[in-house]
């Protein structure tokens, strides 16, 4: 069926709005799609662009390539956990001594990431208080800096070999109460930065060439990192890598044994801002028109919901549908109203929904305590987020 303003509509007569939904048909089609793109390699799911158990629960079981999360803070991955998700990885180091102690509760501790001494310290300390072996993954930075310019972003200071073995023989140092289970080594620079940004112009070109010129480079450092581990006896079980947006270049790297997305499943807008692939666009959100101020403007209950990192029109909700709805470049999308500008065949009576995405993945969620699943045009379940579930 076409995925068009009428379609939506007729599926979510009556609800109450704002409201948010996820496509299941589009989200099925996300998921194969990603594992093609892997190559045959496993899909850890990156938790923090889901934030919704049914639907993790539903792209684990649903499709066999997908195996372990990839948990973003230290309260899901316990929460996770007591619902019966195994394999859990926390894609960043936790400090909080509270939180570690649960994480290394028995019988299935969390796998902690680390990147310095400091950290290995914290996580032995946390699984001696209970008797456990915490397995730990050690991020590896995959930054790439040029004159002027750091390509990437800033999170783990291991940027070599040599400073991996100072942080694995920390762990060796900790006895039995840790060990290294796995290695990460997370592109960013080429994962999570458009190549094709409808707002970038001549940017685009830039972006472009250095993503070309850091493929190599990330390769190179993780490679050499794991082979420096092993060569010193230590074995991880796997060496993750990559994300949505650079599956094809980091299957390609012989080191990795496992990839991680997320963010695809959902395709929200920034996703639309890269050259090499396409996924359909399976989540959004609906808000009411609520006042007509002029011909061809309509003014929005909310829908303010703009997404985190670098402020800029990129972080924007995108007006989805009816398609030719803009936003207004002097107002923007506000927290208690959002005008549009639309001059297309589709009415908009008040009350109307008028249908957006959000610019990032799983940060819908934190908007709406439910998500409408929808399939064949019509709404089968109504399932809690992560906000709505844990609060």
């Known amino acids: 069926m076409p995925r068009d303003y009428a379609y939506y509509a007729r599926a979510l007569e009556g609800r109450r709005l704002p409201l948010a939904f996820a496509d299941l048909d589009l989200l099925g089609e996300n998921a194969a799609a990603l594992l093609r793109r892997a190559g045959g390699r496993p899909v850890r799911v990156a938790t923090k662009s889901v934030r919704c158990v049914a639907l993790l629960r539903r792209v684990l079981e649903g499709h066999p390539g997908f195996q372990g999360l990839m948990c973003f803070s230290a309260d899901e991955a316990v929460r996770l956990r007591e619902r019966g998700f195994s394999d859990l990885l926390m894609g960043y180091p936790v400090v909080d001594a509270e939180a570690l102690a649960e994480l290394c509760r028995p019988p299935a501790p969390v796998t902690l990431m680390v990147d310095s001494a400091e950290h290995v310290a914290l996580a032995a300390r946390a699984a001696r208080l209970h008797g456990t072996r915490a397995p730990l993954c050690l991020d590896v930075d995959l930054s790439v800096d040029l004159p002027g310019l750091r390509f990437g972003v800033h999170r783990s200071p291991v940027r070599s070999p040599e400073a991996a073995l100072a942080v694995a023989r920390s762990i060796t140092a900790e006895g039995d109460a840790v060990f290294l289970a796995g290695v990460m080594g997370y592109e960013a620079?080429?994962?999570?930065?458009?190549?094709?940004?409808?707002?970038?112009?001549?940017?685009?070109?830039?972006?472009?060439?250095?993503?070309?010129?850091?493929?190599?480079?990330?390769?190179?450092?993780?490679?050499?990192?794991?082979a420096a581990l092993k060569e010193a006896g230590f074995t991880p079980r796997f060496v993750n890598g990559g994300g949505t947006g650079s599956l094809e270049s980091t299957r390609e790297d012989s080191s990795v044994t496992e990839l991680t997305a997320g963010s695809g499943l959902y395709s929200p807008a920034l996703f639309d801002g890269y050259r090499g692939f396409h996924h359909q666009p399976a989540v959004a959100f609906a808000i009411p028109v609520t006042r007509r101020p002029g011909p061809g403007l309509f003014t929005l209950q909310g829908g303010g919901y703009v997404a985190s990192g670098s402020a800029g029109v990129d972080k924007l909700p995108v007006p989805y549908l009816p398609e030719g709805a803009r936003l207004l470049p002097l107002e923007g999308a506000g927290e208690v109203q959002t005008p549009i500008a639309y001059a297309g065949p589709v009415p908009l009576p008040l009350g109307a929904p008028v249908f957006f995405r959000h610019a990032k993945a799983g940060e819908v969620c934190e908007h709406f305590r439910t998500l409408l699943l929808i399939s064949e045009g019509r709404v089968v379940e109504e399932v809690p987020t992560y906000r709505g579930e844990w609060g």
Not at 201 to 226: C, F, T, Y
């Open 189 to 226: 620079q080429l994962a999570g930065v458009p190549d094709a940004a409808p707002h970038a112009g001549p940017k685009n070109v830039v972006i472009r060439a250095l993503k070309r010129g850091s493929v190599g480079r990330v390769h190179a450092r993780r490679q050499a990192v794991v």
